[in-house]
Nanobody, 125 residues
């Protein structure tokens, strides 16, 4: 069983930066692909970024490529989402998600087994 806790959300001006962290409990973290998703009011949950178990393979939704970076530290069981040059359309609740041990990275939220409670990110114009 894996538990995920996100921190780092808040209010930021357009063009600014924010770093989200996701602390994972459970001994299987280093063998699990992880992802970040977001959900804006009235919209479906959207894939943002994913990283494989080693951290060597990442993938992003087109709208954040070149601005956001996903990374992980398996020594501390933490996944990060560095958000640069943020835009008002990045405003959403951001969720950290984890896949089962041995699973590859995925852009589909239905493939993730564990979810955090979410952290609000609000970008002002």
């Amino acid at each position: 069983q894996v538990q995920l806790v996100e921190t780092g959300g808040g209010l930021v001006q357009a063009g600014g930066s924010l770093r989200l962290s996701c602390a994972a409990s459970g001994r299987t973290f280093s063998n699990s692909a992880m992802g970040w998703f977001r959900q804006a009011p009235g919209k479906e949950r959207e894939f943002v970024a994913t990283i494989n178990f080693s951290g060597r393979i990442t993938s992003y939704v087109d709208s954040v490529k070149g601005r956001f970076t996903i990374s992980r530290d398996n020594a501390t069981n933490t996944v990060y989402l560095q958000m640069n040059s943020v835009k008002p359309e990045d405003t959403a609740v951001y969720y950290c998600a984890g896949r089962a041990v041995g699973s590859t990275s995925s852009t589909s939220y239905s493939n993730y087994d564990y979810w955090g409670q979410g952290t609000q990110v609000t970008v002002s114009s």
